[in-house]
């Protein structure tokens, strides 16, 4: 069973930054890709950025291509998305994800990931 835990949520001003990192229980954190998620009140969980096990390939959302960055440390077991430019259509919580173990390519379909983290809320006021 792998545990995911986010933090690095919180309150900023627009055109601000955040870091959130998710730390992974498992030590095959390595052999997983992970992703992040997002949802806002009265929407459904929307896709942000994908990593593969390696961190070799990573994709963006469009609505946050450009500002946020996604990376991993995989002796550390976990992921790092750093935010810049927020924008108040940024709010939401934000999920981390893993894919199931050994499933190394990265995805965009909250369907294909099987461990969830309990979310950190982001909030972004203009």
């Known amino acids: 069973q792998v545990q995911l835990v986010e933090s690095g949520g919180g309150l900023v001003q627009a055109g601000g930054s955040l870091r959130l990192s998710c730390a992974a229980s498992?030590?095959?954190?390595?052999?997983?890709?992970m992703g992040w998620f997002r949802q806002a009140p009265g929407k459904e969980r929307e896709f942000v950025a994908t990593?593969?096990?390696?961190?070799?390939?990573?994709y963006y959302a469009e609505s946050v291509e450009g500002r946020f960055t996604l990376s991993r440390d995989n002796a550390k077991s976990t992921v790092y998305l750093q935010m810049n430019s927020l924008k108040p259509e940024d709010t939401a919580v934000y999920y981390c994800?893993?894919?199931?173990?050994?499933?190394?390519?990265?995805?965009?379909?909250?369907?294909?990931?099987?461990?969830w983290g309990q979310g950190t809320q982001v909030t972004v006021s203009s």
């Open positions: 994800a893993s894919r199931s173990l050994f499933i190394c390519s990265p995805s965009d379909r909250p369907s294909e990931y099987h461990y």
């Open positions: 498992e030590r095959t954190f390595s052999t997983n890709a």
């Open positions: 990593i593969n096990c390696n961190g070799a390939n990573i």
